[in-house]
């Protein structure tokens, strides 16, 4: 997309229907490319470059209205509702108690680094336990809106995460199962 249109489009007062259009179509795009990298969350992560990079570098002033929040909230609890079967549940009961310390462990950690991370920052405690849990990316960040977190900052402190994560976990799990 040429920048001199996109920024002659926001001067002229693009409609608001317009840049709802843009922005989706943009994040469409970028979700697009981000799958055929095979980035993982690529939808994800493509989509939110893509929309930045239009944002900071183009000067596009693109929208997406509140409402469509509570409809992404309503597709992600609808995929992570799939996701619970009877099988799922059956096997919980199994490993009940690793689950558990597992669950209060993360839990606990999450909270201090939180707390930390919040007196470091400044941060506000809805941002930096959002930023500090390890959740899901889509659904850290989609919870914290709810909260009145500072929603880019969750969002891209759990990528780095998620990034991080992906990357040093093999590399750290080769190098402690070496014979």
Not at 127 to 151: C, I, K, Q, V
Request: no cysteine; net charge positive; hydrophobic share 55%.
């Amino acid at each position: 997309m040429d920048a001199q249109v996109t920024e002659r489009a926001v001067e002229r007062g693009m409609p608001r229907m317009a840049r709802i259009a843009l922005t989706l179509l943009i994040a469409a795009l970028g979700g697009y490319i981000g799958i055929r990298l095979k980035i993982p969350a690529g939808a994800l992560v493509g989509a939110m470059l893509a929309v930045a990079v239009s944002n900071l570098g183009f000067g596009f002033s693109g929208e997406i209205p509140t409402n469509f929040r509570t409809i992404a909230q309503i597709v992600v609890g609808g995929i992570l509702g799939l996701s619970i079967t009877r099988q799922t549940v059956s096997e919980l009961r199994t490993i009940a108690l690793p689950v558990a310390v597992l669950v209060f462990s993360m839990i606990g950690l999450s909270l201090v680094a939180g707390f930390i991370l919040a007196k470091v920052t400044g941060w506000d405690m809805a941002t930096a336990f959002f930023s500090s849990s390890p959740g899901g990316m889509t659904e850290m960040t989609l919870a914290s809106m709810s909260f009145g977190a500072d929603t880019p900052k969750v969002a891209l402190l759990q990528l780095v995460r998620m990034i991080s994560v992906i990357s040093l976990m093999p590399l750290i799990l080769k190098w402690m199962l070496r014979k």
